[in-house]
């Protein structure tokens, strides 16, 4: 079991360009769960996936931020026009009860300059 | 509204000595409750975790936690760390109907020394 695989581990863009991050959960959990670390603001959550359908997006910025989940095997996490304050570390996580016990991944390191 | 403290930003204890880390929550419910470290560069691994029963759970590494209902906590334990114990530790909660949402506290970074 490899675990949950986040790529790239570290992504550097210019202010305005697209950022685009994947997650593989582990084989056969059915939920999908994304986050966001910075130092001021700490762990946030973002959005969730169960059986690949949209549960719950409370935590997405308004605008310019997009997950999707294709298949059972990955996620994407989409921020356009990326700004500055957009850096930070993004977690993947997943669980095969859609629900507390989550596996975290080891998170891409966004940097916008 | 749900909420998780962890009142000490940074511990630094001595190889060898016991250690606490202060947890206490807000939740109208029935709590679920984790603690998880994260090392440098790492994602968050789960030490422990509590759902229900025993108020003492037993975690890896020699790890514990204790829930107390009646203070609204969930104090992490050890009783001798090792300079690897060194890492960020979070305290986190879990709720919502299928317990898929979770509330992290800040984080406890803890400092071994040699």
């Known amino acids: 079991n490899a675990g949950v695989i986040q790529t790239p581990r570290h992504k550097v863009t210019g202010k305005g360009q697209e950022a685009t991050l994947w997650c593989e959960p582990i084989s056969g959990h059915s939920a999908v769960f994304w986050y966001r670390q910075t130092i001021v603001q700490g762990l946030e959550f973002l959005t969730y996936?169960?059986?690949?359908?949209?549960?719950?997006d409370s935590g997405m910025p308004k605008e310019r931020f997009s997950a999707q989940m294709p298949n059972q095997s990955h996620s994407t996490l989409k921020i356009q026009s990326t700004q500055p304050q957009d850096s930070a570390v993004y977690l993947c996580?997943?669980?095969?009860?859609?629900?507390?016990?989550?596996?975290f991944g080891p998170g891409t390191r966004l940097t916008v300059l | 509204a749900q909420s998780v403290t962890q009142p000490d930003a940074r511990v630094t204890v001595s190889e060898g000595a016991s250690l606490q880390l202060r947890c206490k929550y807000s939740?109208?419910?029935?709590?679920?409750l984790f603690w998880y470290v994260q090392y440098p560069r790492q994602g968050l691994q789960l030490l422990l975790k509590y759902y229900s029963g025993d108020p003492v759970v037993q975690g890896v590494n020699g790890f514990e936690a204790e829930f107390s209902k009646s203070n609204s906590s969930f104090h992490l334990r050890k009783a001798s760390v090792h300079w690897s114990d060194s890492a960020v530790y979070f305290c986190?909660?879990?709720?919502?109907?299928?317990?898929?949402?979770?509330?992290f506290g800040i984080g406890t970074l803890l400092s071994v020394k040699p």
């Open positions: 939740y109208s419910g029935t709590p679920y």
């Open positions: 996580a997943s669980s095969d009860t859609g629900g507390a016990e989550q596996f």
């Open positions: 986190v909660l879990s709720y919502g109907s299928s317990g898929n949402k979770l509330i």
């Open positions: 996936f169960r059986n690949q359908a949209p549960i719950d």
